[in-house]
């Protein structure tokens, strides 16, 4: 079985380091990512499924990773060589009619670890305290654990609590969408200040459009600001529900203007009341505190890098800031869809909890079909041909895409990576 | 190919206005005298006696030379100019720029370091150079040829007063085909107001050696054939003048073709070719045109015979 | 009245009829220039040349003050110890460009405090006539005024700016029989005697507008500067066309009749605009000299190989060697028709009939950016409101003809002077470019902007209405046009504004051919210097 695998070598960590550093992009001879030839993954104890990639998405903690830019808080949870990829629709190799997305995180349940911890006793699998615990290698998601393969190979084992069946009406290209929605909606949920509030959102990549589209839906900000740094990133930003998009050079004045606030020094004196921070740079951390209003909350739900900010307007406008990772179960389901057609799960993550909760994915399941999603995926590449898919993902952006996916079932190198929608999901749909 | 990449380099140099002088809507009156050019060119500083100094020493040690060499003049009737005392004014056929060069290097002594010439306005004097080179070299003076201006009429009228000789050239252009055009009445009514006598002459030869249109000079003789000097008539109007003067000079033509006698003759049977040549248009003229006068300038007769 | 020739034309404007005989037509290109070779039978209208100046203009000043016209006293019988006075004057929106020092306000206004002086009168306060215009910079104020005064008022706060938001420095004085307010600045409007100091360059200033908009606040000038005054001031040049001089007439009668004494002085002068080192501007091409050549091509070449800024910093500092033509002083209406005389005597040349192209070429400073950047809402601004209405009788486009105009338009914005410019083109601009539109839907949230009226206040910002204004002028052109295409100018910018976008004159004129046909009639603007266009 062919596979994308990450080893643990600090010379290709450093070499990639260097090559993203004098901006090179991803990629090259000595890259931590290389193709391979492995032995599908075995599933490690009962309640496993192997489960046949058809898409798998490239994300931006992904590319942090082959780029040996990633944190090294992650070094204790995550375990040598895994093959990455944890935005994964596939089929369950036991029933191959089924469609399924994974919920990658790796927590209690998967790990056999009984009675569970009271994050996932409450449903917030995301906050899981037991990660490099239990029965499984340490590893916060699948993508990042060497038992469990990652999408980025033709298959791989997945605990029956982390399978979501994919609703018939969706595409493959949409449903690989579901994890990062799932994120987005979970963050977007994260500030419940966000209702009828003015609310930036710093970026438009996957991460800051999901937020966007979930904020639309979901918590229906008063007046929702984007500041993305291409084109169409602000097209689309408009179209998921954006009032004012924004180049990144124009946010302050752009969240000035609608809060009619005065602006001294660069920084507004009053400002949004959530700042929903989708990139995770110094550089965006650093604007979302320009334009947060006093008692404001900053939401950092794009992956952050280690990076230097001058935290002095956290302390003197009493800011809030907090994280949003992953998902788990919705406290707060406004604009939810009734229980008709919901979605069920194959094992134990279905759509609900019976209190009125709802999964992050059920409500991404929603998104994605609602706001017509399926567009943010621009190309997809199989896995011969790792290196331009990276480096075309390192720099969506520029080049007027969002999403690039592996589809390791393309056996054959087109030319050119297939743009949008893969055939395959397209036969489908026909 | 060389020739090729050469105009292609060229083509990219920027031409045209602003790059060269701008053309004058066609619709818009051109101003004559721009910026003290033209016919209001002040000539006085080539009057100074520095300036005529430099003429005179530059007319005996090139000028006369250069004259003798190119156009080994033969001049005939100084004799009639007798006991004439300046001022006077020289009338002369025109039809080559050696023709100035010419008769300033044949005048007599007396008249020759004290003449100027009068010459077009538009074209020896329109820029700044060509002023200095005309007033400096030769002594021109202004004189607006195009239409009635008396601006320049008096300024030569106040030169001759000053004791000055004038060259002048009635025709108001050299001939185009060899023959002459009609003298300007104009130019007659200078003659008539300053009261000076008028001596023709008739040249020929010179279009052989600097036609008009050419910039390449050969060697041919010429003759310079002076007449006596003529005066207008009590009540004799410009016009009439301008003729009279104009047959002095036919008969010169005439006389310097033929002979003095066999001339003669014929002005007093008043049947003297006329000047303008004759009648009708094309080849009849350039075929009637003297031998001597430049029909042909191909290199092959001037090869020496073996 | 004046002393000397005032307003003596010097030789009158010109229409030409472009031949094959006709050098290429220079147009003006922001901070450069273009050679643009027009098309046979084109048009162009050449500026009449300088007027010839007054003589003895300090004597002309001090006679004028003394033999005022109209229903007035001379300006020494008005002063008397202990009264207030104050003097207004324009601001560094006048003249274009900005001339050598002395300016001619410097020279009226030292004449006036040296009346004032003479009859003991203490209590003097002089104000900028700003309405909504940027706050002027000392070294402004001090080339407008001269040192002289600066130092003598300054120091004290007897030199001030108008503020249109300063509540408590206002006065409202009523409303006209149309119901428009009239809220005036109270030092001002409460004086014994306002003595207005004006330059008259174009024939849309001065007279009632003095007062009545320079003085005036945000609730007073919103009556007449808005789409609907604008669309029926055909033009709003031609004083007896104009619907916006109708409302400031109706509003400086009102003013009058509130008991507001007003001495008016205005001045006129003579279309010098450029100094002689930039000669080839006052000519015209075909008697362009071979230093006048010269000085195009190493101008040309200069600012389009210089960095964008420093090319503007270098046009910037030009100043106009302008010379006073006429002053006079006295009552409002009477001084502003002698004024009004003089100006289109000076400026008017008779054009026959209209065409279906327009094309102009737009310089690098319009009256709002003096000191500053050109963005693309003043190039609007410029061409279709300032030069398209430089006519008096119907414009010299026909309806639904096409404007071209040739400038850079770079997508830049001074945050300085124009802050509320950046949020009104990425903000409004975006949306809407039809001026009623963005009047309904717009405008009060900018007017009332808190921080933009801090800006105005406080620092050297246009109003956060100001842009609105300057789109309202272009009311009439984006109403009676077809079709507007920029030359030349930066794609997306020219692309917001909602207007065409070409490489070259001969595209654009291609372009134009959609909307007028194949074989168009064409008229050139050749301005600045300026003109007023007689379209019969």
């Not at chain 1, 290389?34 to 058809?54: K, S």
């Not at chain 1, 965006?284 to 404001?296: D, F, I, K, N, Y």
């Not at chain 1, 939401?299 to 907090?322: C, F, H, I, N, Y």
Request: one cysteine or more; hydrophobic letters at 40%.
């Amino acid at each position: 079985m062919k596979a994308l695998v990450v080893e643990r070598s600090l010379p290709r960590f450093a070499a990639a380091r260097l090559r993203s550093t004098l901006g090179m992009g991803p990629g090259g001879a000595v890259s931590p990512v290389r193709l391979a030839d492995v032995d599908a993954p075995r599933p490690p104890g009962p309640g496993w499924h192997l489960v046949r990639t058809i898409l798998s998405g490239i994300c931006g903690s992904d590319l942090a990773t082959v780029e040996g830019r990633s944190s090294r808080w992650f070094e204790p949870i995550v375990s040598f060589p895994f093959v990455p990829g944890h935005e994964v629709v596939g089929h369950v190799d036991s029933d191959p009619s089924d469609r399924v997305v994974l919920e990658a995180v790796l927590s209690c349940a998967s790990r056999g670890i009984d009675p569970p911890c009271a994050a996932c006793a409450s449903g917030r699998v995301g906050n899981c305290e037991s990660i490099s615990l239990g029965a499984l290698s340490p590893g916060l998601q699948t993508g990042f654990c060497c038992d469990t393969g990652g999408g980025w190979a033709g298959a791989l084992v997945a605990h029956e609590s982390q399978l979501h069946r994919v609703p018939d009406e969706l595409s493959d290209t949409e449903a690989v969408l579901a994890e990062p929605v799932a994120c987005g909606v979970h963050a977007a949920l994260a500030a419940p200040e966000a209702e009828a509030a003015t609310v930036a959102v710093v970026g438009a990549g996957t991460v800051g459009l999901a937020v966007t589209a979930a904020l639309h839906r979901f918590v229906r900000p008063a007046s929702l600001v984007v500041s993305a740094r291409h084109t169409h990133q602000q097209k689309l930003a408009v179209h998921l529900g954006a009032d004012v998009t924004v180049g990144s050079e124009g946010t302050v004045a752009a969240v000035r203007r609608v809060t009619r606030t005065m602006t001294v020094g660069g920084r507004l004196t009053g400002g949004a009341d959530v700042v929903y921070d989708c990139v995770g740079s110094a550089q965006s951390l650093h604007e979302s505190l320009a334009v947060v209003r006093p008692r404001g909350t900053i939401v950092l739900a794009g992956m952050p890098s280690p990076a230097r900010v001058d935290l002095t307007p956290l302390w003197q406008r009493e800011v809030k800031l907090a994280g949003a990772y992953a998902y788990g179960l919705e406290d707060r389901t406004r604009g939810a869809r009734s229980g008709d057609g919901r979605p069920g799960g194959v094992g134990s993550g279905d759509g609900g909890s019976g209190d009125g909760r709802r999964s992050s994915f059920d409500m991404a399941f929603e998104l994605v079909a609602a706001a017509g999603l399926g567009r943010l995926v621009s190309a997809s590449y199989p896995l011969d041909r790792h290196e331009e898919a990276l480096a075309h993902a390192s720099s969506a952006g520029r080049r007027g895409a969002v999403k690039i996916v592996f589809e390791p079932g393309a056996r054959r190198t087109p030319p050119s990576g297939r743009q949008s929608r893969s055939a395959q999901s397209r036969a489908r749909e026909a | 190919m060389r020739s090729r990449l050469v105009r292609a380099a060229l083509s990219k140099v920027p031409a045209g206005f602003p790059w060269t002088a701008p053309t004058w809507p066609t619709s818009l009156p051109r101003p004559a005298a721009r910026g003290g050019l033209g016919a209001a060119y002040d000539t006085t500083w080539a009057r100074t006696p520095v300036a005529r100094a430099v003429r005179a020493a530059l007319l005996e040690a090139v000028g006369r030379p250069v004259s003798s060499l190119v156009a080994s003049p033969e001049v005939r009737g100084l004799d009639r100019l007798g006991e004439l005392e300046a001022p006077a004014i020289f009338v002369a056929n025109h039809s080559s720029h050696l023709d100035t060069l010419l008769v300033l290097s044949v005048l007599p002594p007396r008249f020759r370091h004290a003449s100027i010439v009068a010459a077009g306005a538009d074209y020896f004097f329109d820029r700044g150079w060509k002023a200095v080179v005309s007033a400096g070299l030769l002594g021109a003076i202004p004189m607006e040829r195009q239409r009635v201006n008396r601006q320049s009429s008096e300024m030569a009228a106040e030169r001759l007063a000053e004791g000055w000789n004038l060259i002048i050239f009635p025709e108001g252009g050299r001939s185009p085909d060899g023959w002459a055009q009609p003298f300007r009445a104009g130019a007659a009514h200078l003659w008539i107001q300053s009261g000076v006598p008028v001596v023709p002459i008739h040249i020929s030869g010179t279009r052989a050696i600097l036609p008009k249109g050419t910039v390449r000079v050969r060697r041919a003789p010429t003759v310079v054939t002076f007449g006596a000097p003529v005066r207008a008539r009590g009540g004799e109007d410009a016009r009439r003048f301008a003729v009279r003067v104009e047959q002095a000079v036919a008969q010169l033509a005439d006389e310097s073709a033929t002979d003095w006698w066999s001339a003669r003759l014929r002005a007093s049977a008043d049947s003297t070719p006329p000047l303008q040549g004759p009648e009708g248009s094309g080849w009849r003229r350039s075929w009637a045109l003297p031998a001597n006068d430049g029909r042909s300038r191909s290199d092959s007769k001037r090869w020496p015979g073996v | 009245m004046t002393a000397g020739r005032s307003g003596t034309v010097g030789r009158p404007g010109l229409v030409l009829e472009v031949d094959r005989s006709t050098p290429p037509t220079m147009f003006w290109h922001g901070d450069g220039f273009r050679m643009e070779r027009l098309p046979v039978g084109s048009r162009v209208v050449y500026p009449p040349e300088p007027a010839v100046p007054l003589s003895d203009p300090t004597a002309a000043i001090r006679e004028a003050l003394e033999n005022p016209l109209g229903d007035s006293k001379p300006l020494s019988a008005l002063l008397r110890a202990g009264m207030r006075l104050t003097i207004a004057f324009d601001d560094v929106s006048l003249p274009l460009p900005p001339m050598q020092a002395p300016d001619v306000r410097q020279q009226v206004i030292e004449a006036v405090l040296d009346e004032a002086a003479r009859a003991g009168v203490d209590d003097v306060v002089l104000v900028a006539a700003l309405a909504l215009h940027r706050r002027l910079t000392e070294a402004e104020l001090r080339h407008v005024l001269g040192d002289r005064i600066y130092d003598a008022f300054a120091p004290t706060g007897r030199l001030t700016q108008h503020d249109a938001e300063d509540h408590d420095n206002l006065i409202h004085l009523g409303q006209t029989d149309r119901g428009e307010d009239v809220e005036l600045n109270k030092r001002a409007a409460t004086s014994d005697l306002l003595v207005y100091v004006n330059i008259n360059l174009v024939s849309m200033d001065g007279g009632h507008k003095s007062v009545a908009t320079g003085l005036a606040s945000y609730r007073s000038l919103r009556h007449h500067h808005n789409t609907h005054t604008m669309v029926h001031s055909r033009s709003f040049m031609d004083p007896a066309s104009s619907e916006l001089h109708s409302s400031n007439w109706r509003m400086g009668r009102l003013i009058r009749d509130a008991g507001v004494k007003i001495f008016q002085i205005e001045t006129t002068l003579d279309g010098r605009s450029f100094p002689d080192a930039y000669g080839f501007l006052n000519r015209r091409e075909w008697e362009w000299k071979a230093r006048d050549r010269a000085t195009f091509l190493g101008a040309k070449t200069a600012l389009d190989r210089l960095p964008p800024r420093l090319a503007q910093t270098m046009m910037q500092r030009t100043r106009s060697p302008y010379r006073l033509t006429s002053v006079q002083a006295g009552e409002v209406e009477a001084v502003h028709d002698r004024t009004i005389d003089v100006v289109l005597n000076q400026q008017r040349v008779v054009v026959e009939g209209q065409a279906d192209i327009l094309t102009m070429g737009l310089t690098y400073l319009g009256p709002y950016n003096v000191n500053s950047i050109m963005n693309p809402v003043l190039v609007a601004c410029l061409g279709l409101g300032y030069f398209f209405n430089s006519y008096i009788g119907k414009p010299l486009v026909r309806q639904g003809g096409v404007v071209i105009m040739s400038h850079p338009t770079p997508w830049a914005f001074d945050p300085v002077h124009h802050p509320s410019y950046i949020d009104f083109f990425e903000r409004v601009l975006t949306e809407t470019t039809d001026p009623a539109e963005m009047e309904a839907k717009f405008e009060e949230s900018f007017a009332t902007d808190p921080w933009y009226i801090h800006l105005y206040r406080t620092g050297n910002a246009y109003h956060g209405v100001h842009p609105f204004y300057m789109w309202y002028w272009t009311a009439h052109a984006l109403d009676h046009l077809g079709a507007v295409i920029v030359v030349g100018g930066e794609r997306r910018a020219v692309r917001r504004l909602g207007f065409r976008s070409a490489s070259t004159m001969q595209d654009a004129l291609e372009i134009a051919s959609d909307v007028v046909g194949r074989d168009p009639t064409l008229t050139h603007l050749h301005t600045p210097p300026l003109l007023m266009a007689d379209v019969r």
